[in-house]
């Protein structure tokens, strides 16, 4: 069975320049998280998704980020503009129940 | 403030020796999850505990959820070198999975 697939591992951007994030999660679960995982620290939850809706957005910083997941299977996790200090792994997640399966993340430098 | 907080934060053992990561909530949990991350790797699930006072072995791990549903352990007996990474807890906080602030374990061969 394929894991959570992300998009692309690594970006290296400089301020002010927008930036996306791609995830595929894992066939049949209709459940999907991103988070955002700071160095050193554990993964905090940014935005989760049931099927299409967006169920809980409240940690979403939404003056510069956004999300998307059409069709209820891929996501799109947008940051415009990027600042330094969302420099951070960026993780997928999708599950059933409880448990979560965690994609590679997507590791943003912001310069 | 951080809910979910897990003591030590670093972990330095010799191979061979048993290494506990403990875990305390603010709040009373649901459940109790288990992760590891290698280092440069993502989390990865381990267990999760349901019921007061569950005890379940993974091989050489042993994971506990207290009594009150608001704390947690994982013991490891007789470390090896692939157990190097940060283990974390996390609980359902507010209907979030909220992680624990994790403890790095580095094993000294």
């Known amino acids: 069975e394929a894991g959570v697939v992300q998009s692309p591992r690594y970006k290296i951007i400089e301020k002010k320049q927008p930036v996306a994030f791609w995830c595929n999660p894992i066939s049949g679960h209709n459940t999907l998280y991103w988070y955002r995982q700071n160095l050193g620290q554990g993964p905090e939850l940014l935005i989760r998704?049931?099927?299409?809706?967006?169920?809980?957005d409240s940690q979403l910083p939404k003056d510069r980020f956004s999300a998307e997941r059409l069709k209820g299977v891929d996501s799109t996790l947008k940051i415009q503009p990027a600042e330094l200090g969302d420099s951070a792994v960026y993780l997928c997640a999708s599950g059933l129940g409880y448990t979560q399966y965690f994609g590679p993340g997507t590791r943003l430098t912001v310069l | 403030g951080q809910q979910v907080m897990q003591i030590p934060q670093y972990q330095h053992v010799q191979e061979g020796e048993d290494f506990t990561t403990y875990c305390n909530s603010s709040t009373t949990l649901s459940n109790i999850q288990w992760y590891k991350q290698r280092p440069g790797g993502h989390p990865v699930f381990l267990i999760q505990?349901?019921?007061?006072?569950e005890v379940k072995k993974q091989k050489r791990l042993t994971f506990q959820f207290g009594e009150a549903k608001k704390n947690s352990s994982l013991h490891i007996t007789a470390t090896q070198t692939t157990d190097v990474g940060t283990y974390f807890c996390?609980?359902?906080?507010?209907?979030?999975?909220?992680f624990g602030t994790g403890t790095r374990l580095t094993i000294i061969p």
């Open positions: 998704y049931e099927n299409e809706e967006a169920v809980d």
């Open positions: 996390a609980g359902y906080v507010n209907e979030k999975l909220t």
């Open positions: 505990l349901v019921k007061s006072g």
